[in-house]
């Protein structure tokens, strides 16, 4: 089993690679990087403060009473961007001594290659050094630390609620196979599962957050405005209180595709000869199902929590956190795509993708742990 391991682990090295390679180059075909987007900030707002003055010199003048943001952001102040978001560096002729500078005759910028950005990037993230947001002035570490109790918490509770009620939902069906009781339970699963979490979290926000039935439940955040005022009891409530309608949303599609797993896993146990063999020895029913069927059962549930647990919990629901004004890893993806936020971008692909790669590598040891009579070494 070590020799397996140590080949994953080897193989997450070009696995790793090769993402960032793909998605580094689709983004070089992508209309539109940072600066583009800051120079359309500048311009857009300078159009929105004209519009909404009504006068053609609102905003900042020059001395000729125009807006200046109308003209565009100063060639000199672009150039002094593209170097410091690592786009182009600052080279000067032979001889100079001072510090090399935009604002030295003898100095120019030079573009830095595509190539040479993606390699300086990669020895960066080799010693997690994932830099510093194009547009939010906060370390990525940070500023992924600071979206991640939203995550934790959809994700936490969405993947423990979805297994303690979808394993004996499922145990359940497949003991009762054919009955009414497996019939609605059936109906009432594939029906939630068509229903999108997005519309189903707009209907308990309409119905319990005040919007036209009750007001049981608060509109957004994961705490009150007091939070650090109350109690530990009362901080304990008060966080399960707002929790509950974006958990509820989330969990909405998570319980069919577990339930009726774990159904098929227990009726193709059920039917296997030493199920038959336990009943005529006299096993009780309970004893054959959970000290017999349920480990053999279980082993693909098991196995895969870690890799449910963090499709789940990197896999935040964009549309829920802002239904529910939950500022999570969902919205900052989202942000960082649409500002071309590179950093954000491709330091959290970095990091989440070792963390896939990784979990994975975890989940073939649950199988080994659930059942030991697995061996992926042999089988290599």
């Known amino acids: 089993m070590g020799a397996y391991i140590l080949r994953r682990l080897l193989l997450v090295i070009p696995t790793l690679f090769g993402v960032m390679v793909i998605n580094f180059a689709l983004t070089q075909f992508v209309p539109g990087g940072p600066i583009e ?11 929105s403060i004209q519009n909404l003055s009504g006068t053609e010199g609102a905003g900042v003048q020059d001395d000729d009473g125009g807006y200046v943001g109308a003209r565009g952001l100063p060639p000199e102040f672009l150039a002094k961007l593209e170097v410091q978001f690592g786009f182009s560096r600052v080279v000067c002729d032979e001889g100079f001594t001072g510090e090399p ?61 979805a297994y303690l009620v979808s394993i004996p939902l499922g145990i359940r069906k497949a003991v009762r196979d054919g009955s009414s009781f497996d019939t609605w339970t059936s109906g009432i699963i594939i029906a939630a599962y068509a229903i999108p979490g997005f519309l189903f979290a707009i209907m308990l926000m309409v119905v319990f957050a005040g919007g036209s039935y009750y ?34 949303a989330q969990l909405i599609s998570s319980f069919a595709v577990l339930t009726l797993l774990t159904k098929n896993s227990f009726l193709e146990e059920i039917k296997k000869q030493y199920v038959m063999t336990a009943r005529a020895k006299g096993l009780s029913e309970s004893r054959v199902l959970y000290g017999h069927v349920f480990r053999n059962a279980m082993l693909i549930v098991i196995a895969g929590f870690p890799g449910l647990f963090l499709a789940v919990f990197f896999g935040s629901s964009l549309l829920i956190e802002v239904i529910f004004s939950l500022d999570g890893l969902g919205q900052l993806g989202f942000r960082s795509a649409v500002e071309r936020d590179y950093p954000v971008i491709f330091g959290t692909l970095f990091a989440f993708g070792l963390i896939g790669l990784v979990v994975g590598i975890l989940s073939d040891l649950m199988y080994v742990l659930v059942d030991p009579r697995i061996d992926f070494e042999r089988r290599a």
């Open 37 to 47: 987007q800051i120079k359309a900030r500048f311009e857009g707002e300078g159009d």
């Open 215 to 248: 007001q049981w439940f608060p509109l957004r955040g994961l705490t009150s405005d007091n939070w650090s005022q109350l109690s530990l009891w009362g901080k304990i409530t008060d966080y399960l209180w707002h929790i509950t309608l974006p958990v509820t």
């Open 101 to 161: 500078s935009l604002k030295a005759p003898e100095c120019h910028k030079e573009a830095i290659p595509a190539v040479e950005r993606f390699l300086i990037m990669m020895g960066k993230y080799l010693t997690f050094d994932f830099g510093e947001s194009y547009f939010r002035s906060i370390s990525v570490v940070d500023l992924v630390i600071e979206k991640m109790p939203v995550s934790i918490t959809l994700g936490l509770w969405s993947t423990l609620i």
